[in-house]
């Protein structure tokens, strides 16, 4: 299948701060990327859609401007968490979907990132 | 609302056995459905994808799926302690170009030795 990575795998962070996270598809060009967040013990929740040259699409109840997501280019999309506050700190997951070739809709999971704000 | 339901279990089966996982969705014009599998602290990890009714075999996998019942399960035959984790449906109904996945709160499966 599509490799997926994502960096850093884990970040611990003073309130406040911002973290940037990113997502890179390695062996495709990814138009369309997914990020996710997923609490313990919970499924995961879609965020927003990254399209690369255009603004992410984001999910009712998420905050743009908390959670800035740029897609600059077919392999790299980036999520930054603005002024992070511990209610912020989960398992932020990117996904992407490579280009329709007979595999219609799958997505793949890059690593994750493990958020923790202190 | 989109919704897809999976019985959040535990389910435990003793090793070699079968293990049925069920789920099921609420968009009739759903096309597409995944089955991931999500150990513990990391992240899902595609299995079976499956888009026309009937079955589908992968190995030790199958998939199957009912559109008349909006329905999609997944058989693991010959079940192995390291088939423990989190099994998660995900269902793409049309509309959009984002290709876009709904997610059921997944199955967690033991495999007991």
């Known amino acids: 299948g599509a490799v997926v990575s994502q960096h850093p795998s884990w970040v611990i962070c003073k309130s406040g701060t911002s973290v940037k996270i990113e997502c890179r598809s390695l062996?495709?060009?990814?138009?369309?990327m997914f990020w996710y967040r997923q609490f313990p013990k919970q499924s995961l929740m879609l965020m927003a859609t990254?399209?690369?040259?255009?603004?992410?699409?984001?999910e009712q109840g998420v905050e743009k401007d908390k959670f800035l997501i740029n897609h600059a280019s077919l392999t790299l999309s980036t999520l930054t968490v603005t002024s992070a506050h511990p209610e912020d700190s989960s398992f932020y997951i990117c996904?992407?979907?490579?280009?329709?070739?007979?595999?219609?809709?799958?997505?793949?999971f890059g690593p994750g990132t493990r958020l923790t704000v202190l | 609302q989109k919704e897809v339901e999976q019985n959040s279990g535990p389910l435990s089966v003793p090793e070699g056995a079968i293990a049925s996982l069920n789920c099921t969705y609420s968009?009739?014009?759903?096309?597409?459905f995944f089955w991931y599998r999500q150990y513990s602290g990391k992240s899902p990890e595609l299995i079976m994808s499956?888009?026309?009714?009937g079955d589908k075999e992968d190995g030790r996998f199958t998939a199957q799926l009912n559109k008349a019942s909006q329905y999609v399960s997944l058989l693991i035959r010959d079940s192995q302690p390291s088939d423990s984790a989190t099994y998660l449906c995900?269902?793409?109904?049309?509309?959009?170009?984002?290709?876009?996945?709904?997610f059921g709160k997944g199955t967690l499966l033991t495999v007991n030795p």
């Open positions: 062996d495709f060009q990814a138009t369309t």
């Open positions: 996904s992407a979907h490579p280009p329709a070739s007979g595999s219609v809709n799958e997505q793949f």
């Open positions: 499956i888009y026309s009714n």
């Open positions: 995900a269902v793409n109904a049309p509309g959009g170009s984002n290709y876009k996945l709904t």
């Open positions: 990254s399209n690369e040259g255009s603004k992410a699409t984001y």
């Open positions: 968009d009739r014009g759903s096309q597409s």
